[in-house]
């Protein structure tokens, strides 16, 4: 049999359809590429079932915005809890491996894993032990300062229980800011220190990580939320759909820091109870038990002034043997400001 040989030609031919999953028919016709000629004779398509691109390329604003949300109102919750000024404000959210996660954790730290029913799965919420411990110390009126302890510390009675109680107040705040996508409630399981005893998935598994910054007077530290992909994945339109989380007014962070602000401030009140014209001679003929005729009837009601502004009316009482003011009505006549402009009482605007 004569030996065929392919010419110049068609071994350039050859390469260029090996580069382009092109195929020439054979009969004249288009060429094909290999994965039209595996479609239209029914062969199976290659499908790498273990690649994470599609995972970790994926975005979620839904979830974000519940994490912005939640994050606000804990924050809220915590102030009240420890009496200490906490700031807590959402850090990011994204998928990660697991093993990675684990990693990235400090140690110790406080891993506490946690159930949010329906949803299937374990979760894990992990507080970095700095931050617990100063949140430990004010909640039982420390300084907060957040000494840590050995790597190998267990947790005590007390310690398990004041981390039960701030995973019900984050598991509280959660339920509420999940309440318009869906009816979530989080159920506590255990507290580990150590990260090797807590994998809610396997070390290549996908987990979706919610970071929150947590920012105490004497330190900063941060509080993660890992729920596993598989968990969320039911759910996976909805929540990359974004989807319009309505307002809540708990959400204006600022707004609320001023209107604390503002009720700290103070301000001079004071009654009027009469006034009186005396000659100079009468001023110094007043001994003990002189008695001073006032210019107002004993029946007539007095008038609280804030800051030089008539406010409320009412009359004097005894109370725990202090003289005292019992507010009778709020006023609504108009006084004259500082600028010379007209201002109303109480609730009224200035002209």
Not at 280 to 292: A, D, M, N, P, Q
Request: glycine residues 10%.
């Amino acid at each position: 049999m004569a030996e065929q040989i392919l010419s110049q030609d068609e071994v350039e031919a050859l390469l260029s359809a090996i580069k382009t999953d092109e195929v020439e028919t054979g009969d004249g016709g288009e060429a094909t590429s290999l994965a039209e000629r595996r479609k239209g004779s029914g062969e199976a398509q290659l499908c790498d079932l273990t690649s994470d691109d599609r995972i970790t390329k994926l975005q979620m604003p839904s979830l974000e915005a519940l994490a912005e949300r939640t994050g606000v109102a804990f924050g809220q919750s915590l102030e009240g809890m420890i009496r200490r000024s906490v700031r807590i404000h959402h850090d990011g959210t994204g998928p990660m491996k697991m093993s990675e996660f684990l990693n990235y954790l400090p140690v110790p730290s406080c891993l506490n894993l946690v159930r949010l029913e329906p949803l299937w799965g374990v979760c894990l919420l992990a507080v970095e032990a700095r931050i617990l411990y100063a949140m430990l110390e004010g909640f039982f009126g420390g300084h907060g300062s957040g000494q840590l302890r050995p790597e190998n510390h267990t947790f005590t009675a007390i310690e398990l229980t004041f981390v039960r109680k701030l995973v019900a107040l984050f598991g509280g705040d959660l339920s509420e800011s999940w309440d318009n996508f869906m009816k979530i409630h989080l159920e506590y399981i255990r507290t580990e220190s150590s990260p090797q005893y807590a994998a809610i998935v396997q070390p290549e598994d996908i987990v979706v990580v919610t970071t929150y910054n947590v920012e105490l007077p004497s330190l900063r530290g941060k509080i993660h939320l890992a729920i596993p992909f598989t968990t969320l994945e039911p759910y996976k339109k909805q929540l990359t759909a974004g989807i319009q989380v309505q307002q809540d007014h708990r959400s204006n962070e600022w707004a609320q820091a001023l209107q604390r602000q503002m009720g700290e401030f103070v301000v001079n009140g004071a009654v009027d109870l009469g006034k009186a014209e005396m000659s100079i001679r009468e001023l110094l003929s007043l001994e003990t038990g002189s008695v001073i005729m006032l210019d107002r009837p004993a029946d007539s009601p007095l008038v609280m002034e804030i800051e030089g502004i008539p406010k409320m009316q009412g009359r004097p009482v005894l109370h725990r043997k202090h003289v005292g003011f019992m507010v009778g009505e709020l006023l609504e006549t108009e006084g004259v400001s500082d600028d010379g402009g007209r201002t109303t009482g109480l609730n009224g605007a200035t002209d």
